[in-house]
């Protein structure tokens, strides 16, 4: 009897570390946090002489910022039960508003002539947001896992081919996602295949 609750306490300490794991994974790697650094690595790893802190606060206001302030404001007023908004349905109106601000900055970006691959990355932001919201009217797909394989793509086509680095953090906040049960296995694989491989096909057959 005294080693079955040996093996439960055990037992429950690993899901204890697990949960708590998951919870740093996916704060620390979630789409706000992971905009800014790929915006960053594309726009300083960029040789043109166009203004690049210009082009990196408009990047990170309009997928960071904006997006940021705008969670709080909804939790404010009541909209969210918490601020990665955990319910379906509390994402649909932050979507919409979210691909309006990215496609404000691809206007911006485009008119201050970024490179093709950093106004293409917004216009991926944008448009795949907006399919991303009509998808999570009827399905929980992972925003998180969306908002890491599109940027992985972008960073791939601008020399940063790491592939291992990029399979282990794929890995890492889809089982932590899977592990708080923000999402199944199948909103997760989805999520990643949906923005890699629209990503791909939009990058490649509009802008390089």
């Known amino acids: 009897m005294y080693s079955d609750l040996h093996l439960e306490n055990i037992s429950d300490l690993v ?18 946090v992971v905009a800014p650094i790929t915006f960053g690595l594309l726009i300083y790893h960029d040789q043109t002489h ?20 705008t969670i709080i404001y909804y939790k404010k007023l009541g ?7 955990p319910l379906r349905q509390e994402r649909i109106e932050l979507l919409v508003i979210a691909a309006i601000y990215n496609a404000i900055g691809f206007i911006l970006l485009d ?57 282990v953090i794929i890995i890492l ?3 932590a996602r899977i592990i708080l049960r923000a999402h ?8 990643t295949i949906f923005a890699m491989v629209l ?9 390089l």
């Open 184 to 191: 199944t296995p199948a909103q997760v694989i989805t999520g």
């Open 50 to 69: 166009i203004p690049r802190h210009l082009l990196f606060f408009i990047s990170i206001l309009f997928t960071t910022i904006l997006p940021f302030f």
């Open 111 to 167: 008119h201050l002539g970024a490179s093709q691959l950093i106004k293409g990355l917004m216009f991926c932001y944008a448009i795949n947001t907006a399919i991303v919201w009509g998808i999570t009217i009827y399905w929980k797909i992972s925003i998180h896992m969306v908002g890491i394989g599109g940027p992985i793509i972008a960073l791939w086509f601008s020399g940063f081919d790491h592939p291992i680095i990029m399979g």
């Open 15 to 32: 899901i204890y570390i697990l949960i708590k794991l998951s919870k740093i994974i996916s704060t620390v790697i979630n789409p706000l």
């Open 199 to 207: 990503a791909y096909v939009e990058l490649t057959l509009l802008f």
């Open 79 to 85: 909209k969210l039960s918490a601020y990665d908004a």
């Open 173 to 175: 906040v889809g089982i």
